[in-house]
């Protein structure tokens, strides 16, 4: 029973990771791989998504984008994250810190949207969540506060690749201050591709090989009671000579922070 327990721990080892983390506190500009468009009916050129130095909840800067006075229909105003590799991940999950400027409700439309296939259409994002003026902060207190940080459930987006969108609609509406954009999910290495990392051969005499097409850190063998025997570091082999036959569990951790653990049996 002890046993039992023993393995399914090791093999069962979660880990927290960060997909995207974004303070915008390194330039001026948006960060690389961040894009931003308006609507398609093409009003409210003149202000567009950038950053501001105006509110943030981490110095200096956070994204920013200002009201515009505009007519024939509201202005949109896209801010589009790069990326965002949920694979493998389960529980994931948006925080950000998010800041308007002015006390009186201007009835601004702000959302976030995801979209599983385009950074640029429109058409393809869905709304996955809404908030008005008043669940942000204004400028009369000057950095965003802890009140200001908003979580946004992504956990039916677990396993994809996504791009998430701020989206701001107004006509002479307020501004929107954004800061620390993270996603955060669980790895779970019992999700870890099965194709991407494999040991062979297995069961070994001596030398237990990774194949990988991923950078290894390292290669560690536990005992099935869950004691570390042996670690090779930066190899794809490991040897396993002067082990008593029997079973072990190799876990083998890539560059990227992700593991895979698996029953080898040496003979
Ligand atoms: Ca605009
Ligand atoms: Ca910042
Ligand atoms: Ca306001």
């Known amino acids: 029973m002890k046993k039992i327990y023993l393995i399914s721990f090791i093999l069962s080892n979660f880990f927290s990771y960060a997909q995207l983390s974004e303070n915008f506190d390194a330039a001026a500009t948006l960060p690389a791989g961040w894009t931003s468009f308006i609507g398609t009916n093409g009003i409210g050129t003149a202000q567009n998504w950038g950053t501001s130095t105006t509110r943030s909840y981490s110095p200096t800067n956070s994204a920013f984008v200002r009201y515009e006075n505009v007519t024939g229909g509201p202005a949109e105003d896209w801010l589009i994250t790069p990326l965002v590799d949920l694979t493998n991940y389960t529980e994931s999950t948006l925080t950000f810190y998010g800041g308007q400027q002015y006390t009186d409700d201007y009835a601004t439309d702000y ?157």
């Open 111 to 267: 959302s976030i949207r995801v979209s599983t296939t385009s950074a640029t259409d429109p058409l393809t994002f869905e709304i996955v969540s809404t908030y008005a003026e008043s669940d942000f902060s204004n400028v009369t207190i000057p950095a965003l506060q802890p009140g200001d940080l908003k979580t946004v459930d992504l956990s039916i987006y677990d396993g994809q690749q996504i791009y998430i969108a701020f989206v701001m609609i107004q006509d002479d509406g307020d501004n929107w201050f954004v800061d620390d954009v993270n996603v955060t999910g669980t790895l779970s290495t019992t999700n870890f591709d099965n194709a991407t990392i494999s040991f062979y051969p297995n069961p070994t005499k001596n030398i237990l090989n990774v194949n990988s097409s991923e950078s290894i850190t390292k290669i560690e063998i536990y005992s099935i009671l869950g004691n570390l025997i042996k670690t090779a570091t930066a190899s794809t082999q490991i040897d396993l000579t002067e082990l008593s036959s029997g079973s072990y569990v190799a876990k083998v951790t890539a560059t990227d922070g992700r593991v895979k653990t698996e029953k080898v049996i040496k003979i």
